[in-house]
């Protein structure tokens, strides 16, 4: 069983960063494309950031353009979302996905997709 593990949410003032992170864990030989999206509550979850398998290619929403970076590690088996600039309206809890859709923008997995538990980021003043 694969486990995908997300850290790094807390509180942080408007303009502030935060870096997240999505360690796996469990046994598996496959390095898939991986995903960031989040959902706040009431809302539809949506896509925030991909990277392909071996990091050389990313996308990003609209929303996030220019403020958040994605990126990742295979050697520590993690992914990473480094957020600067960090507005009211990102306040949500963010999870990492694997075996997402790159350039799709989609929620949908593919064969070997996993959702982690989510951590949550809350921007206020």
């Known amino acids: 069983q694969v486990q995908l593990v997300e850290t790094g949410g807390g509180l942080v003032q408007p303009g502030g960063s935060l870096r997240l992170s999505c360690a796996r864990s469990?046994?598996?030989?496959?390095?898939?494309?991986m995903g960031w999206f989040r959902q706040a509550p009431g809302k539809d979850r949506e896509f925030v950031a991909a990277?392909?398998?071996?990091?050389?290619?990313?996308s990003y929403a609209d929303s996030v353009k220019g403020r958040f970076t994605i990126s990742r590690d295979n050697a520590k088996n993690t992914v990473y979302l480094q957020m600067n600039s960090l507005k009211p309206e990102d306040t949500a809890v963010y999870f990492c996905?694997?075996?997402?859709?790159?350039?799709?923008?989609?929620?949908?997995?593919?064969?070997?997709?996993?959702w982690g538990q989510g951590t949550q980021v809350t921007v206020s003043s």
């Open positions: 990277i392909n398998w071996s990091g050389t290619r990313t």
């Open positions: 469990g046994r598996t030989i496959n390095t898939y494309d």
């Open positions: 996905a694997r075996d997402i859709r790159l350039y799709t923008s989609t929620t949908e997995l593919g064969p070997g997709g996993s």
